[in-house]
């Protein structure tokens, strides 16, 4: 038998297996890496858009002269500023929205949908009234099949 350069049959097969193998690893790397930054973009959009709500409720109810809705003790979906003049509520997308004036300004973009929004109002008198906020985002992306939620809670006292 005659000795020849070159591969045989069976070495092609195993480098083949072999490169097809590493080839699978990386590519499962690169995906894992992939679907976490996905995640750290869906959590810091939640962040970022619930940090924008809460600074303009903050502004906005502490400047506020009254509160027309929710009534004391109770609880809305709604929050009614200044007679009516300001209200938040959720729109027909879930999108959190400010009118003011009759103007609308949307408090949350695109990328974030809001589940669940509850506006309380306590305070022992008319001149402490505090508002208590309860939210719930949700990302309009899905991380590997999941929607990312957060809730947020804060309590603003009218000055």
Same mark, same amino acid.
């Given at each position: 038998?005659?000795?020849?350069? /070159? ?42 858009? =619930? ?22 003790? /109770?609880? =809305? ?61 949700? /990302? ?8 990312? =939620? ?10």
């Amino acid at each position: 038998m005659k000795l020849t350069r /070159g591969s045989s049959l069976v070495e092609l097969i195993l480098y083949t297996g072999l490169l097809t193998t590493i080839l699978v690893v990386l590519y499962q790397l690169f995906a894992i890496a992939g679907y976490r930054k996905i995640g750290e973009v869906v959590e810091d959009e939640l962040y970022v858009n =619930s940090s924008h709500v809460f600074s303009d409720l903050y502004r906005t109810v502490q400047g506020a002269t009254s509160i027309t809705e929710p009534t004391p003790g /109770g609880v =809305s979906s709604t929050l009614r500023l200044n007679a009516g003049t300001t209200v938040y509520q959720l729109d027909e997308n879930n999108r959190l929205v400010k009118i003011e004036n009759g103007t609308t300004a949307f408090l949350t973009n695109k990328n974030v949908t809001v589940n669940s929004l509850i506006f309380s109002r306590k305070g022992p008198s008319v001149q402490s009234q505090t508002i208590t906020v309860d939210l719930r985002a949700d /990302g309009t992306h899905q991380v590997e099949g999941k929607t990312i =939620s957060e809730d947020f809670t804060t309590s603003i006292t009218v000055r």
